[in-house]
């Protein structure tokens, strides 16, 4: 598929989607039925019959794979620890011509599975899946991808890669929310039908390396391009890029006032993790959305964009350079039995983004930030559609800012979405505890709308942050400073608001509206100041009218049609307050427990 035909394709899908009764795939666009876990129980059995491959294999040893020898070097194992990590020796043999070799071959040959063996393996390139190809590492088998930004931006047909000059080959991608033409991701697929990668248990293992020094000695690795990991003084993708040209320059159609609006007296506007949402909101073709070398925006580990019948399963993913697994524009998309270890700056585990029909069961998340973060787009860019249709069951959650999270790049909306039977183990609760377990995520400017969101049966056997992380408002709105802990600290956060003074233009309010969670049990842990669960039992605070300022007509909306029943929540730190409502209608309570006193009310704020 040439870029010209995907960008209009994605058009043609922004202006269908609002229909409201698309379906990019089998499963009908329903009506609600009375009882909404039906429809969940629908959506995964889109998923019973496994995706047929043709039982023949493609060997990477066949077409020139060897293993490789490892060592230790000093490193990231997190980003917050500094100590030993392995890695392949200097001069180890790359792999990654004969698997790309083996993936041809397969899809050539109508289909097939290429087999990576037992064994240390080392890439200098990604893995790109072509249609009917099935990638499976055996148990044992380690891939190291290599540890150097310039084998994600070279030649690579496959993955249909643009010549940007001294950026690089650059594949089209998207980061946070938005469309840019990037690093290829460590794992991708464009445009393909019936691809899976897998491994026979959690010793086949997917390595982004992320806290490996770069191989040529240019710096301490992927993690550092973001500021939490950047050496001091050095450039990241939160501080001004010489290489971003004023946006007046790339965007002269704009007049002063409206490049005003965009981009503002704030410092770091030309930073490129600022930079990019800038180029959204100025119209600017993506095209034109050039990053790759010479940039700070991390590749995902594993990306597929705008491909049909995808199914990861049965390996673990490892030190991710940014987000882990990264689905656009996916139909039926199966994630199964992953475990997901990296402690990275961004490394959330699972973000679908724009995709339709997607089953997420048995996984293993260990994250250094959301578990899963359903998206939709940002800014102006909504041309993928919505996310809907998601199943979330059956699996562990150890750390992250949020367990199961929505937004917060949502513009395109989100709706159908229904998580169960999830253990919120919450196991480093005393060194690194998960922010949040139920969370939303959005603002003013990434609007967009959440509804029929579904969640039961929720295991806390180690609460939640105990510790606030406080909403910090725009000033002169109702909401002071310091009092509302949408950072962390309660089991269920609405945060309507979230970072609002990140984004200049807050002209899109989002639409928040029937949610329904029930069974959530809260453990509490011991603390030298008494047993806690959480330090609030909900949070919600919903759009915040001062942060808007977009044209005077837009209505900004509360939160609707919200139950909380049959949970218990544990001690709250703030037994005082132990929830916080604003602006929200139809917030209802029904056999909820804090601190021992059982609750059935209706709230408003």
Known sequence: ??????????????????????????????????????????????????????????????????????????????????GQVTTPVPGSHDSHPALRAAIAAAHKAGGGRVLVPAGDWYLKGPIVLLSNVHVHLAKGAHVYFSASPADYARDCPEAQTVDCGANGKL??????????????????????????????????????????????????????????GAEKGALHQGVDNPANPPLATVAPHLDAATLARIVGDRPNARADEKYLPALSEAGVPVEKRIFGLGHYLRPCLVEFMDCENVLMQGYQAVNAPFWIHHPVKCRNVHFSKVRMESIGPNSDGFDPESCDTVLVDGCWFNTGDDCIAIKAGKNADVGYGPTRNVVIQNSVMNSGHGGITLGSEMSAGIEHVYAQNIDVRNAH?????????????????????????????????????????????????????????????????????????????????????????????????????????????????G???????????????????????????????????????????????????????????????
């Not at 496994?50 to 997190?78: I, M, Q, S």
Request: aromatic share 10%; net charge positive; charged share 20%.
């Open 171 to 228: 594949v089209l991608s998207r980061w946070q929310g938005n469309d840019c033409f990037n690093f290829a991701p460590l794992v991708y697929a464009r445009g393909q039908k019936n691809i899976a990668i897998t491994g026979e248990d959690w010793t086949s293992i997917l390595d982004g390396q992320a806290g490996v020094p770069y191989e040529d000695g240019s710096g301490p690795g992927w993690w550092s391009m973001n500021q939490k």
């Open 543 to 605: 759009p915040v009218a001062t942060s808007y300022n977009g044209p005077a007509d837009r209505p900004v909306l509360p939160v609707r049609n919200v139950t909380i029943s049959d949970c218990d929540f544990g001690n709250a730190v703030k037994a005082d307050a132990p929830w916080f409502v604003h602006n929200a209608q139809g917030v209802t309570l029904r056999n909820v427990t804090i601190g021992g006193k059982r609750y059935n009310e209706k709230l408003s704020g």
């Open 1 to 82: 598929m040439t870029n010209k035909t995907f960008l209009q394709r994605r058009r043609l899908i922004k202006g269908t989607a609002a229909l409201g009764t698309v379906s990019f795939m089998g499963l009908p666009a329903l009506a609600q039925a009375p009882d909404p876990w039906a429809r969940a129980k629908e959506i995964a059995g889109v998923f019973a019959k496994p995706l047929p491959f043709p039982k023949r294999d493609f060997p990477v040893t066949a077409y020139g794979g060897k293993p490789c020898k490892v060592h230790k070097v000093a490193g990231y194992p997190t980003i917050r620890a500094k």
């Open 429 to 541: 609760y005393a060194t690194d505890p998960i922010n949040t377990v139920v969370r939303l995520k959005t603002n003013m400017n990434r609007g967009g709308y959440l509804r029929h969101f579904y969640v039961r049966d929720l295991k806390l056997p180690n609460g939640v942050r105990l510790k606030p992380g406080f909403y910090t408002p725009i000033p002169g709105g109702p909401v002071p400073a310091k009092t509302v802990p949408t950072g962390g600290g309660a089991v269920i956060t609405f945060d309507c608001d979230y970072t609002p003074s990140f984004d200049l233009v807050r002209s899109r309010p989002p639409e928040v509206s029937d949610v329904h969670i029930s069974g959530i049990r809260v453990t509490n842990v011991d603390t030298p100041e008494g047993s806690f669960g959480c330090y609030q039992a909900f949070v919600v605070l």
